[in-house]
């Protein structure tokens, strides 16, 4: 129990801003102290008859009658008005949802026969101008991101746009088929009929610029499209293990 002279001290020291180092003795002078049972009944006790009773400071209030909880209502939920343009109806919504909105419903949005304006010359069906090209504006020694050239020259031919062009083109042809189990819908790869490091070494290609001039590389005949469960047995030097995303593993 705290003796009158500790009790004096502590409602003494209420209201006052105390400094960090004091606040920080007594935050270490607290670490690993232990509380009997008793001490931990007594503060629960304390802390019921503390909240028991107590009345909200709103409790009663409305809108009309006290200014307070109108502002509060307004932060809450700040709505702005609109008239509908095809029943006339007046309806509210968020300020956040309320931009350009001009109809209370679907169903008077479908009623009034407006569709949407779409200005864009891209249709559906057309492809892209750019598709399969590079742009040397942004492309090698003057991207922002250039590093010297520190990239593997097969990594730099595996990630063009050109090879995925060309796998993509292989897998058309194939109908996105395994051609040795006839799987489709799963995980599939292009597999080279004449390795891919024979072909750059025959026709010594030594830079990305000598690999987009060389046919051999860009031949979809020397590809197939296979699962990779069959690349696995066909390729030695594939990985015998793979998982996907369906959590498959080969072998």
Not at 25 to 53: D, H, M, P
Not at 57 to 83: A, C, P
Not at 169 to 186: I, M
Request: proline share 2%.
């Amino acid at each position: 129990m705290a003796t009158k002279k500790q009790s004096e001290y502590w409602t003494s020291l209420k209201g006052k801003k105390q400094s960090p180092d004091i606040i920080e003795k007594r935050r270490k002078a607290l670490i690993g102290r232990k509380v009997s049972e008793e001490t931990k009944k007594k503060i629960g006790e304390k802390n019921k008859i503390s909240l028991l009773g107590k009345i909200p400071w709103n409790k009663g209030l409305t809108k009309g009658t006290d200014e307070r909880v109108k502002i509060i209502g307004q932060r809450r939920s700040r709505r702005k008005e609109h008239r509908c343009q095809k029943c006339n109806k007046i309806f509210s919504l968020p300020t956040s949802h309320s931009r350009g909105r001009k109809f209370c419903s679907i169903e008077c949005y479908r009623k009034s026969g407006i569709k949407r304006n779409i200005n864009s010359q891209f249709k559906k069906g057309m492809i892209p101008w750019n598709k399969g090209k590079r742009l040397p504006q942004i492309s090698g020694s003057n991207n922002h991101l250039w590093k010297g050239g520190i990239t593997p020259l097969r990594r730099q031919i595996r990630t063009s746009a050109k090879y995925n062009q060309w796998r993509g083109n292989v897998f058309e042809r194939d109908r996105y088929t395994c051609q040795l189990c006839n799987k489709s819908g799963c995980y599939l790869e292009v597999h080279h009929k004449k390795s891919f490091n024979e072909v750059i070494e025959e026709n010594n290609v030594d830079s990305l610029e000598k690999s987009y001039g060389c046919k051999e590389l860009w031949d979809i005949n020397n590809g197939i499209t296979l699962c990779i469960n069959c690349h696995c047995k066909i390729d030695k030097h594939r990985k015998r293990t793979y998982s996907i995303k369906s959590k498959e593993v080969y072998k």
